[in-house]
């Protein structure tokens, strides 16, 4: 689920470096807020997205690789 969801944040980023918030991309994906916490976690865990403050993601060059 994770790797869709970074997928999903890339189509919405247009496979730029934005800001987003972590919960319009949960929603696009159908994913509640915990459970959009869980997978932002995981990702971030494994260096793939940069969390920044509370709600908002950046994806990570590391994160971009893996998308392409």
């Known amino acids: 689920m994770s790797d869709e969801f970074l997928n999903i944040f890339y189509q919405m980023t247009s496979g730029q470096y934005k800001i987003f918030d972590k919960y319009k991309v949960g929603s696009k994906?159908?994913?509640?807020?915990?459970?959009?916490?869980?997978?932002?976690d995981h990702l971030h865990n494994i260096g793939l997205i940069k969390k920044i403050g509370m709600n908002k993601i950046l994806m990570?060059?590391?994160?971009?690789?893996?998308?392409?």
């Open 29 to 40: 994906f159908g994913l509640s807020n915990s459970q959009t916490d869980d997978i932002v």
């Open 60 to 68: 990570t060059f590391e994160g971009k690789k893996e998308v392409e």
